[in-house]
C-alpha cells in the first residue's frame, strides 16, 4: 500500500504522531486525509470524507442538499429565486447559529470553532457556492458588532442568530467601490435626538433578508449636504425590519450566486439613536478593515469546495469517457493536466488550512496572520480560477452543458476574487510585510501547532474579537526557509528554494528594491505577486510536511509554484530598467520545474481511488 493511500496515510501519521507535536492523544485525532481534496457526495470512501461528513452540521449540509437533487438546485438557479427553504432549514437546526455565536455570548454552549467554520464553508461551496454566500455575509454583518463595546447589540445580535436570522455588511456604494474614502452615506447629527442616516448602497448580499446590517457611514454637520472625504466615519447597525426608509430593496443580477441575493438599498432619514452605533473614527475604519481581514479569508474555504466538486465531476467523466477505443485519461497531456489541476487543488487546500493554524494562534505578540490572511485572499481563489482553467480544457463541451455542477463553477470560482474586494489591492497588502518578512534574524514565534491534525477542537481565541493591531510593519516572521527542511531531498523544493533565495536578495543590503514600492502602485502589485507565491509555498511546504504528503505529490505542487514564480518574476523584471541591477538579479529567479514522468504518473494514478463515483 502506497504512503498517498489514505489508510496507510493515516497509520503512518498515527506511527509518528509524537514526532509532529502532537502529544500523545494517539487514539483520538484528525487524520492528514482531510488536508487532500475530498469528494464530499457520500461515494467516497476516504478518510477525510468520513471525517468530514460525521461532523453533525455537514451531515445536516449534505442531506438538505442531497434531497433537493443537483437537477433542483439547477432549475432555482436559472430561475434566480431566493432560497427560504434553506434559511429556514438552517434556522431550524439552528446552523448559523452553532457556527458563528461567540462562547461570551451563546446560551447554547457554542463557540466559534476555526476548524469547524472553515470545514463548513468548504463543504457548504462543495454543494451550493450561491447558499455559502447568505453564511459568509452574515459573518461579515455580524463581525463589526462582535468587535464592538455595544454589549446590548452583541446580545441582540446573538439571538437573532439563534432565532434563525441572517445579517449583512454594508461598506460598498455604487459610485465608488474599493475607495471607501468616498463614502457619501451620511450620518447627520440631528441636535439631542441623535443621528439621521441618508444615502444607499450596492452589492449588499442578504439585503432582503437580514434582520441586522451593519452600514459605514460618514458623521456630517446638520447643514452639510452630503459627506466629504475628511468626514468621520461611522458604523451602525440598522433594522431593515423597522425602518419604513428601507424600502427600495432591489436585486443586482449577477453572472453567479444567482440564487443569492446581492442588492441595493436606500435609506431616507431614518433616526439613528446613539445605542445603535457601533464604533466611530478610526475605530470604524479599523472595524471595516479588520472585519474583511478576518471575514474575506473565509471566501478560499469556498473556493477549495467549488474546485473540488468540479475536479470530482471532471475526473468521473473523463474516466469514462472512451475515445478512439481508449479512455481519454489514457492520453498523456490529459493525465499531465488532470494531475497539474489536482496538485494545484492540494495546494490551495494545504494553504488554507496552515493559514488557519496561524489565525487560531494569533495575539498581540503572533501577528503572522495578517500577512497570511492577505495572502489567501490575494492567491487562493485564483489559484481556482487556474484549477478551473486547466479542467475546462480536458472535460470538453461536458463543462457547458447547464445541467453540470462545472457549469455553475464556471460561473462562481472567479466571482470569489472579485468579492474578496480586489485581487489587486491584496496583492499590493501583501507587499507592505516584505521587508519583515525576509529580515534575518525575523525574531518571530515558532511555527504554530495544527489545527487540522490535533485531536482536540480548537478553542475560540478572543484576540480575534478584541481591538487588533494591524501594522504591517512590527509583525515579526521566523526563517521561512526552515519550512522546506523535511522536503529539502525532492528537486523541485531545491529550485523552489533556490528561487526564493534569489527573490530575497532583491530586498536585503544597499540595492533593495523596497523604497521603489511606494512611489508606484503597478510595481508593488508585481511585487506583491511573486511574493505572495514565496508566502503561500512556505504555508504549502509547512502542511505537506505535517500530512506526510509523498514526495512526488509535493513535487507535482512545486511544479505548479515554480512556473508561477518564475512567470510573475518575468512580469517584474520587465518593471525595471533594461540592463539594471534588479533586472539582472530577477534572471536568478526564473527557474524550470525538474518534475519526472513518474511524479506525474504517481499523481495520477492517486486520483482513482479518492473520486471513486
Ligand atoms: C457578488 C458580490 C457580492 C458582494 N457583496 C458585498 C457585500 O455584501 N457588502 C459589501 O459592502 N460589498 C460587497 N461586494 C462589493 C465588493 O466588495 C466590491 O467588489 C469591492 O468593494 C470593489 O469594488 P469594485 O468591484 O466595484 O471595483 P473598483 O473599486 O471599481 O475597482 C476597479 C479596479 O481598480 C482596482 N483598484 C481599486 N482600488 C485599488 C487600490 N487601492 N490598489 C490597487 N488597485 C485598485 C481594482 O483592483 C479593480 O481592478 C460584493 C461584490 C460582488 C461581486
Redesign the pocket.
Known amino acids: 500500500m502506497s504512503r498517498h493511500d489514505p489508510e496507510s496515510a493515516y497509520n503512518h501519521f498515527r506511527e509518528h504522531l509524537p514526532s509532529l507535536g502532537q502529544g500523545s492523544a494517539q487514539n483520538a485525532f484528525i487524520s492528514p486525509d482531510g488536508l487532500y481534496p475530498l469528494e464530499l457526495d457520500g461515494s467516497s470512501t476516504t478518510l477525510g470524507a468520513t471525517e468530514y461528513l460525521s461532523n453533525p452540521s455537514i451531515r445536516l449540509l449534505a442531506d438538505f442538499f442531497h434531497a433537493k437533487g443537483l437537477g433542483r438546485l439547477k432549475l432555482e438557479d436559472q430561475s434566480e429565486g431566493w432560497y427560504q427553504d434553506w434559511i429556514d432549514y438552517q434556522a431550524r437546526h439552528g446552523l448559523y447559529a452553532r457556527l458563528l455565536s461567540p462562547k461570551e455570548y451563546s446560551t447554547r454552549g457554542t463557540q466559534f470553532d476555526l476548524r469547524n467554520y472553515t470545514r463548513f464553508l468548504e463543504a457548504f461551496a462543495y454543494f451550493s457556492p450561491a447558499h455559502a454566500?447568505s453564511l459568509h455575509?452574515s459573518f461579515?454583518?455580524l463581525f463589526p458588532i462582535l468587535i464592538s463595546t455595544n454589549e446590548p447589540l452583541k446580545r441582540e445580535a446573538v439571538a437573532q442568530l439563534e432565532a434563525g436570522g441572517v445579517f449583512?455588511?454594508?461598506?460598498?456604494e455604487r459610485e465608488?467601490?474599493?475607495?471607501l474614502l468616498a463614502i457619501e452615506f451620511a450620518l447627520r447629527s440631528n441636535g439631542t435626538a441623535g443621528l439621521s442616516a441618508k444615502g444607499s448602497?450596492?452589492?449588499?448580499?442578504?439585503?432582503n433578508a437580514a434582520g441586522l446590517v451593519s452600514v459605514?457611514g460618514k458623521h456630517v454637520g446638520p447643514t452639510d449636504d452630503k459627506a466629504s472625504r475628511r468626514s468621520p466615519f461611522v458604523f451602525f447597525a440598522l433594522r431593515p425590519r423597522d425602518t419604513s426608509a428601507f424600502a427600495s430593496v432591489r436585486k443586482i443580477r449577477?453572472l453567479?450566486?444567482r440564487t443569492?441575493f446581492?442588492g441595493e438599498f436606500e435609506v431616507n432619514d431614518q433616526p439613528v439613536p446613539a445605542r445603535d452605533v457601533l464604533s466611530q473614527g478610526r475605530e470604524a475604519w479599523d472595524a471595516a478593515f479588520g472585519t474583511v481581514d478576518f471575514g474575506k479569508f473565509f471566501l478560499g474555504f469556498g473556493s477549495v469546495g467549488i474546485c473540488e466538486r468540479a475536479f470530482a465531476e471532471a475526473f468521473g467523466h473523463l474516466r469514462k469517457r472512451i475515445l478512439y477505443g481508449k479512455p481519454v485519461t489514457d492520453m498523456p497531456h490529459i493525465r499531465h493536466a488532470l494531475a497539474g489541476a489536482f496538485a494545484r487543488l492540494l495546494g490551495m487546500k494545504l494553504y488554507a488550512c496552515r493559514a488557519v493554524d496561524y489565525l487560531q494562534a494569533a495575539g498581540p505578540s503572533d501577528r503572522r496572520y495578517l500577512l497570511f490572511n492577505a495572502v489567501q485572499k490575494a492567491r487562493v481563489s485564483t489559484e481556482a480560477v487556474k484549477v478551473m482553467g486547466l479542467l475546462t480544457a480536458c472535460i470538453g463541451a461536458k463543462g457547458f452543458e447547464a445541467g453540470t455542477f462545472f457549469e455553475t463553477a464556471l460561473r462562481e470560482a472567479p466571482?470569489i476574487p472579485?468579492?474578496?474586494?480586489?485581487?489587486?489591492?491584496n496583492f499590493?497588502l501583501t507587499a507592505q510585510f516584505i521587508d519583515q518578512y525576509f529580515a534575518e534574524p525575523g525574531g518571530g514565534p515558532p511555527a504554530p501547532e495544527s489545527v487540522t491534525l490535533a485531536a482536540a477542537d480548537p478553542e475560540e481565541n478572543p484576540y480575534w474579537m478584541g481591538t487588533r493591531d494591524r501594522h504591517p510593519k512590527t509583525v515579526l516572521f521566523a526563517e521561512s526557509l526552515a519550512a522546506y527542511k523535511l522536503l529539502a531531498g525532492i528537486p523541485n523544493i531545491q529550485t523552489f528554494v533556490r528561487q526564493v533565495r534569489a527573490f530575497r536578495e532583491l530586498f536585503t543590503g544597499a540595492s533593495s528594491a523596497t523604497h521603489e514600492l511606494a512611489a508606484d502602485?503597478g510595481l508593488t502589485?508585481a511585487v506583491g505577486k511573486c511574493f505572495s507565491a514565496v508566502v503561500y509555498a512556505q504555508l504549502v511546504a509547512e502542511n505537506a510536511s505535517a500530512a506526510q504528503v509523498p514526495p512526488a505529490v509535493t513535487s507535482v505542487v512545486f511544479h505548479g509554484l515554480i512556473e508561477d514564480l518564475s512567470i510573475e518574476a518575468v512580469r517584474l523584471a520587465t518593471l525595471f530598467p533594461h540592463g539594471s541591477a534588479h533586472r539582472s538579479m530577477l534572471k536568478r529567479v526564473i527557474r524550470v520545474p525538474r518534475t519526472t514522468r513518474a511524479d506525474i504518473e504517481t499523481v495520477f494514478r492517486s486520483l482513482e481511488p479518492r473520486f471513486a463515483a
Open positions: 454566500y455575509v461579515l454583518g449583512a455588511f454594508a461598506v460598498s465608488h467601490g474599493s475607495d448602497k450596492y452589492y449588499i448580499g442578504n439585503a459605514l449577477t453567479g450566486i443569492a446581492v466571482m472579485v468579492l474578496e474586494g480586489s485581487t489587486h489591492i499590493a502602485v502589485i
